[in-house]
């Protein structure tokens, strides 16, 4: 851990200058009121982070996951430049979020599945987050690409036709997808085999031909 000087910015005694350390926890213990962080990097949990007026040109480092609402208060509250370890929380809270915000952290994570909405979101964000979409087919037919392609995992919680299972099949996502086909039969015969390979079902709404 990098070295650190501080001070405790008690009420009403002045500031008292700290000596340097390598142990801010145990620093952080000792203090009362404010902290100043005059150089160095000074790692508190969100929760030692909160209980001090935080200021100084060094940096403080959040080491435990927080959520965005933690996170928007910490970047309020502490004047001194602001490291989060990583940022969990649910796609919802992440898709209302900034992009000042999720920068702050060294990884961001959605703690559910994102809709196609919110995906389109997150994907817009420049900050990398970890998610994965499910929603109905028509909705994520829609999303932008970039929200399919930086998924993980991609489901249609209803049935595709062949041109929304294709735009599901062409994402570049990391993780797997989910589908099943409903569509016409002259629709399927034309689908290409990646697409109907990757069906967990397939109806046809109508009746085929022999050479369907």
Known sequence: M???????LGSGN????GSPSNDSSAAIAALSGGVEVTAGTFTLTAAQASSYTITGAGTVS???????????????TIVATLSLSSII????????S???????????????????????TIGGFTKAVTYSISDTATAVAVASATALNEAVNITATTAATVAQATTIDSATNTGTNSYSLSDTSVNLAAAASTVGNGATTITATDSATVAQ
Do not use: K
């Open 2 to 8: 990098a070295i650190f000087y501080y001070s405790s």
């Open 14 to 17: 002045g500031s008292s200058s």
């Open 62 to 76: 959040i080491s435990d996951p927080v959520t965005v609402a933690q996170a928007n208060s910490l970047d309020t």
């Open 89 to 96: 929380d649910t796609s919802a809270n992440i898709a209302a």
């Open 98 to 120: 900034s992009n000042e915000v999720l920068t702050l952290a060294g990884t961001v994570t959605a703690s559910d599945d994102a809709t196609a909405s919110q995906a389109t």
